[in-house]
């Protein structure tokens, strides 16, 4: 009889015990949540403590590199508001581009950001940041980055009547001419109307000439944003119907079937997602924005922070980074992919989970708490 009250004590003792401990480590946990959650909110983009870093980088770049007019910042944040239906409520990461290199044009020499970032990714020249994502806490979630660059100064333009391609970078003679068939991009390989499209729309004249005709042709078939588009590349093509992101790709895989080396970029600047690059000898890096009809071959651009085709593959890009835009990313069994992506800053939209950049010079560069500044480019 003692022996099987001595069993039941114990029993009830362990029993008790459990119970103590598991309320001891709820406790625990919703210290952890809240601590992390107030940190969070604290380190979030747009706060005082924001502020005052950024000054403090800002100084350091300025007295480490001057304040050379080839000096810009690209001034990145990506935001993303609980009260949207679509918010993940997840522990993942945010990945988001913030500068490339362009042999040539631009290099990006620091970045930094806000909170602090897990780590800095290199993908075919194009530098990215990557953060936390504490969606889990169920609070709004923003991060900051700024990345230094010097890009080349330049003067008027000329186009030549004969270009020339001999000088394109060495690290990028492939990377810039690698055709739809090479790269099998877009399922442009398999559209047997992509060749006589080409042909069609450049007629006679000299390249350059050709090809500005190809980007008017793009240009007067644009989809209204509201207006629903064919479902594929070839069939937009068969249509004469292109939203703007299959204008872009169709724009930089016809000036490599030209044979002129160009690349997709997006720059740090509202209304500039969708900007084709080309390079000749004469004239070195060009930009052509399709969202501007008054575009044509310009010297510059605002920071240019994507770089496209990739040769490289990497599933932590929105779409291959024809997207500029910041996104959760997350892993899932054997597949990377982006559970919550934001949109791209425009004018005429107030998008919650959005991407806004604008390009400063270094040397006007200052911060106030709160939103980014329109920019100075």
Known sequence: ?????????????????????????????????????????????????????FESVITDWKEKYGDSPELVVADISVSFQRSVKNFHETESVIITPVGIDLEGYQEVLEVSSFPPYLRKLEVDGITCLSWEYPGGFNRDVSVRALALVRRSSTGTVILPEAPTFEQVPESMKYEAVATAMDLEEHGLHKCAAFTDWVTENSGQGSLLDRYQRIISTLRTQLVPEDEKSPDDICKALRKKRFTLHRAHVLAVMTAREMGIPSFGCAAAAPGCEYIVTLFTDQT???????????SDYSPQAPVLITRVPLV???????????????????????????????EWQRPDKDNPNVTRAVTNQLSETLFTTGDLSGGSE
């Open 1 to 53: 009889m003692n022996q099987e009250s001595d069993h039941d004590f114990q029993k009830g003792s362990i029993t008790s015990s459990l119970f103590f401990l598991k309320l001891a480590l709820f406790f625990c946990l919703a210290i952890v949540f809240a601590l992390v959650g107030n940190w969070w909110e604290r380190s979030s983009a747009g706060s005082e403590e924001e502020t005052q870093y």
């Open 284 to 294: 070195g890096w060009l930009f052509i924005n399709l969202e501007n009809d008054e």
């Open 312 to 342: 490289t593959s990497f599933e932590g890009a929105s779409h291959d980074f024809w997207y500029p835009k910041g996104a959760v990313v997350e892993a899932n069994n054997q597949w990377i992919y982006a559970t919550s992506q934001t």
